[in-house]
C-alpha cells in the first residue's frame, strides 16, 4: 500500500515561531506537494516539487518554503508563524501523471 | 471565482437513496480526479478520468467525464451511511506537471 506520513496530527505554536511540517512517502513517487485546506476555500497548492532539490510554486506561497533534500522526504517550513496560517495542511506524492496520494493531515493552530 | 465548481455544496440524503454531484470547469480538464475526505483526515483516491467520455465504477459508486472534457459527475447508487464524508474533485487544467486544481467539496450526509 502506497503510504504517506506527516509528523504531526495536531500541533500549536506560538506567533513568530518557526515551525516544521515533515511529509515522507514511500513509494518512490517523483512529485510531492504541499496544501492547505481551509473552510469555504478547499485545497490550495503552496508548493510543490517534482524532482529532488526542485521546487515550484504553488498558488499560495507567501510565508511557506520548502525542502527536498531526498526522494521520500519534502518538509514544510514556515519561516515566522502568523495566526492566519492556522490551517489543515495536507501533503500528497505522485507518479507522473497518476493520482496523488494523501497523507493523514497536520493541523496547525498558530496563537 | 473557483475555476473548478462542484454543486451542491452540500447533500443530506436517506440511506438507500441515490445521488450527484457534479464538478464543472470552463477549461479542459486534462486528469479528473475524485476524492473522498472523512472530517479532519487525508483524502482518499476514488477514481481517476482522462478521455472524454470515459466511465468509471467501483461498487456502488460511477464517475463519468463528459465528451468536451469540462464537466464530470459522481453518482452514487443505494447511498450507505459509509458514503457519508466530503466529495472533493480535482482537475490538471494547466496541462503541466500535474498540478491539480481542486474544487471546494460536497458534504455528504447520510441518514439511516
Known amino acids: 500500500d502506497v503510504k504517506v506520513t506527516q509528523s504531526s496530527r495536531y500541533l500549536v505554536k506560538r506567533t513568530g515561531e518557526k515551525v516544521f511540517l515533515e511529509c515522507v512517502q514511500d513509494?518512490?513517487?517523483?512529485?510531492m506537494f504541499w496544501y492547505r485546506q481551509d473552510p469555504g476555500l478547499g485545497l490550495r497548492l503552496i508548493y510543490f516539487?517534482?524532482?529532488?532539490?526542485?521546487?515550484e510554486k504553488g498558488d499560495i506561497p507567501e510565508g511557506y518554503s520548502v525542502s527536498r533534500e531526498k526522494k521520500e522526504r519534502f518538509s514544510l517550513i514556515l519561516e515566522s508563524a502568523s495566526t492566519n496560517q492556522t490551517s489543515m495542511y495536507l501533503c500528497a506524492s505522485s507518479q507522473q501523471y497518476n493520482e496523488q496520494f494523501f497523507g493523514p493531515g497536520t493541523r496547525l493552530t498558530v496563537l | 471565482s473557483q475555476e473548478l465548481e462542484q454543486s451542491p455544496q452540500s447533500l443530506i440524503v436517506q440511506e438507500g437513496k441515490n445521488l450527484t454531484i457534479n464538478c464543472t470547469s470552463s477549461?479542459?480538464?486534462?486528469?479528473l480526479y475524485w476524492y473522498k475526505q472523512k472530517y479532519g483526515e487525508g483524502l482518499i483516491f476514488l477514481m481517476m478520468?482522462?478521455?472524454?467520455?470515459e466511465e468509471k465504477s467501483h461498487e456502488k459508486i460511477t464517475a463519468k467525464l463528459d465528451e468536451k472534457k469540462q464537466q464530470s459527475s459522481l453518482h452514487i447508487t443505494a447511498s450507505q451511511p459509509s458514503h457519508a464524508g466530503i466529495y472533493l474533485c480535482g482537475a490538471d487544467i494547466s496541462g503541466g506537471y500535474q498540478k491539480v486544481t481542486f474544487g471546494i467539496g460536497t458534504k455528504l450526509q447520510v441518514i439511516p
Open positions: 478520468l482522462q478521455k472524454g467520455g
Open positions: 513509494m518512490d513517487h517523483e512529485n
Open positions: 477549461k479542459t480538464l486534462y486528469g
Open positions: 516539487s517534482y524532482d529532488v532539490k526542485m521546487k
